[in-house]
């Protein structure tokens, strides 16, 4: 191997870097399927950025109100806001990883400062740190406007805390990945993310019912003692909030607005402080993956193997649960195994249970705590049933990412392929039909039970809807498998045509569901919805029988894309 001293420099090395990366990128919409992926981005993208508009302009014209009208003590919690914008985006879309993967740079002679400067301008346009660093600049703005000769300052002290919070993600998310090799902590840290996360949904939910107007006394006392209770709890945490790098940064621009340059010092120098911090604890770990640290799940080998236990004479008596299963009628042996293994997968892993369980605790949260049992008449069951739904159809279009390098086991096995997808389906449906079982329960306990033909119309639509998203789920994945790692916090993202057809296939589902009961109510025949949801899920059921016919051949004949795309490694 060449010495360093032989190396390109580390400007040549990042530009090779970009363009590879670059290449990447492009090359991905030429292979077959990236014209809809392109189509979609088309679709997507400007969704996005109109939903993006409202935390930017929202963080200049507060910042503008908060210094024009010399109100510096709410700056905190502006800035505050931005930085829990950056940690909401980055948990919601950063936990799924970009195709490319940094880790296979180091295959090849590279300097360290070039490496760990790759892995801090990588990732520079993803959604949370365009968003929330435009936010920041948007105040800026807002701070130059109110008060010009701010601006500068302002600007510098902005731009520290930007790369602060920027430093604190890239070395959380690098120590995330180190304690996600381990399943133990991976489940753990999971579990207890989740607590916080649906401890965080409750408080919310209750501290804001949606019952602004108080009726009685009673209402309007306990509303004063929860704001007051909300007071208390923002005072006490203020002197924690102020001594990290948003409040510093407000004291910073404080004091600068007060012609006190010299006390902006000081806080300022603590911002850079924990911007070192970050970086240092960062390029710590990041130093161990560059000289070939590695982590898995595996465990150690031993220094002497175990002895060899001595076979019985007799066969075991025992059954696995793979032949408990399977001796169930009607149900063969490679159903019995593909939902055993499908249940364990779920069963073992953190990120695969939050999605089922968040669902139907937000279900409970916002149907019990925000009055909406009292408001939303009949459409209070369909509704939440559609939310329950939306969030539980994702998967329904990669349900082979799971498995990764595992897939060749379907092509070398016996087995028919159709058997495996029947199998996921069969364990995707039995979860779906709990989480609607126990929405259904919730719902009708806070609210009053709807008729019997809005029932049957309700939930044979649900299972219309169902059979739509499996079908077509079951062919996206098929034509575009991503890999799913579930060692790493950062896991592979769906393709952003999946997540187009999925939210347009319940969109017009949906819209179908509506009209269908409008024009039953319009002609006052309430029965008119059991017939036609009936029909059509029948026609869905075989389409669905059909078409898995089907994917059986086109499976076989994708084979080595499904494997070379589930293989990456």
């Avoid at 408990?324 to 159903?335: A, D």
């Avoid at 098929?478 to 790692?485: F, T, V």
């Avoid at 008119?528 to 059986?552: C, M, Q, S, W």
């Amino acid at each position: 191997m060449a010495g360093l001293e032989n190396l390109p420099t580390a400007r040549q090395q990042l530009t090779a870097i970009a363009w590879l990366r670059s290449r990447l990128f492009l090359n991905n919409f030429r292979r077959k399927g990236g014209k809809g992926e392109v189509i979609a981005r088309i679709f997507l993208y400007p969704l996005f950025a109109l939903l993006a508009i409202f935390p930017i302009v929202g963080a200049g014209v507060g910042a503008f109100f908060i210094v024009s009208r010399n109100r510096f003590d709410f700056l905190p919690y502006l800035l505050w806001a931005i930085a829990f914008l950056w940690t909401t985006l980055t948990i919601s879309t950063q936990a799924q990883a970009p195709s490319f993967d940094l880790g296979m740079l180091i295959r090849f002679p590279l300097r360290f400062s070039t490496y760990l400067a790759t892995r801090l301008l990588f990732g520079l346009l993803d959604v949370p740190t365009v968003v929330s660093s435009l936010s920041l600049f948007a105040a800026t703005i807002g701070i130059g406007i109110a008060r010009p000769e701010l601006f500068p300052a302002a600007a510098l002290v902005l731009l520290l805390l930007d790369l602060t919070i920027l430093f604190f993600f890239r070395m959380i998310f690098l120590w995330f990945e180190r304690l996600f090799a381990q399943r133990k902590t991976r489940e753990l840290i999971m579990g207890l993310f989740f607590v916080g996360m649906l401890a965080f949904q409750y408080v919310n939910v209750t501290v804001n019912s949606g019952n602004h107007k108080a009726s009685t006394p009673a209402e309007q006392a306990h509303h004063t003692r929860r704001i007051g209770i909300a007071m208390r709890a923002a005072h006490a945490a203020a002197p924690v909030l102020n001594a990290l790098p948003p409040g510093l940064a407000a004291t910073a621009i404080r004091d600068l607005a007060a012609r006190k340059p010299t006390q902006a010092i000081l806080p300022t120098l603590g911002i850079c402080a924990f911007a070192a911090a970050f970086l240092g604890i960062f390029a710590r770990r990041l130093r161990g993956e560059f000289h070939g640290e590695s982590f898995s799940e595996t465990a150690a080998p031993a220094a002497t193997p175990p002895p060899i236990a001595a076979v019985p004479s007799s066969p075991s008596l025992t059954l696995t649960p793979t032949q408990t299963l399977s001796s169930t009628p009607r149900l063969s042996p490679v159903l019995a195994a593909c939902m055993i293994k499908e249940i364990r997968y779920i069963t073992r892993s953190g990120p695969l249970l939050i999605p089922l369980i968040a669902p139907v605790f937000m279900a409970f949260i916002i149907v019990t705590r925000s009055g909406l049992a009292n408001h939303s008449g009949p459409w209070l069951l369909p509704a939440t049933l559609a939310y329950v739904l939306l969030a539980l159809t994702a998967n329904m279009y990669n349900i082979l990412g799971i498995d990764g390098v595992g897939v060749q086991l379907y092509f070398l096995a016996p087995i028919r392929f159709s058997d495996v997808i029947l199998a996921k389906n069969l364990v995707g449906l039995a979860l779906i039909a709990v989480e609607v079982l126990i929405t259904s329960a919730i719902v009708l306990s806070t609210s009053a039970t709807p008729d019997l033909p809005s029932l049957l119309s309700t939930y044979l639509w649900l299972a219309f809807t169902l059979l739509i998203s499996l079908t077509l789920g079951n062919i996206r994945s098929i034509y575009s498998p991503r890999l799913i790692d579930l060692s790493k916090f950062r896991r592979s993202r769906q393709g952003q045509l999946n997540v187009l057809i999925g939210l347009l296939i319940l969109i017009l589902c949906a819209a179908l569901g509506a009209a269908v009961l409008y024009l039953a109510s319009h002609i006052h025949q309430p029965w008119l919805p059991v017939p036609v949801f009936a029909l059509l899920t029948a026609l869905a059921g075989i389409f669905y029988r059909l078409n898995l016919d089907h994917l059986e051949q086109i499976a076989l004949d994708r084979r080595e894309i499904i494997s070379s795309e589930l293989c990456k490694t």
